[in-house]
């Protein structure tokens, strides 16, 4: 079972920039498309990027796209999302995941995520 550790949130200011990171253990990280997650208060958790297996071709939600960039490491078994631009709406719980094409249908068990707050 593939266990899922994010990093990386914090407090910044409108118009900065966040790298965060998922740390996945177990040796299967390699056999996932990944994908990025978030959740603001009050608010259902809905996609953000995800990335392919093996050819990493990589997708984004409408709202990220230009401004967020979602890559992967599988030798170190770890996936980023650099975030620049960030704007107040992106104030979330971030969360990652493996995720099933072609709906990115998240299919192990959540970690804790990490928290991203932008300020205005």
């Known amino acids: 079972q593939v266990q899922l550790v994010e990093s990386g949130g914090g407090l910044v200011q409108a118009g900065g920039s966040l790298r965060l990171s998922c740390a996945a253990s177990?040796?299967?990280?390699?056999?996932?498309?990944m994908g990025w997650f978030r959740q603001a208060p009050g608010k259902e958790r809905v996609f953000v990027a995800a990335?392919?297996?093996?050819?990493?071709?990589?997708f984004y939600a409408d709202s990220v796209k230009g401004r967020f960039t979602i890559s992967r490491d599988s030798a170190k078994n770890t996936m980023y999302l650099q975030m620049n631009s960030l704007k107040p709406e992106d104030t979330a719980v971030y969360y990652c995941?493996?995720?099933?094409?072609?709906?990115?249908?998240?299919?192990?068990?959540w970690g804790q995520g990490t928290q991203v707050t932008v300020s205005s």
């Open positions: 995941n493996a995720v099933l094409f072609p709906n990115w249908t998240p299919i192990l068990a």
């Open positions: 990335i392919s297996r093996r050819d990493g071709n990589t």
């Open positions: 177990g040796r299967t990280f390699s056999n996932y498309a």
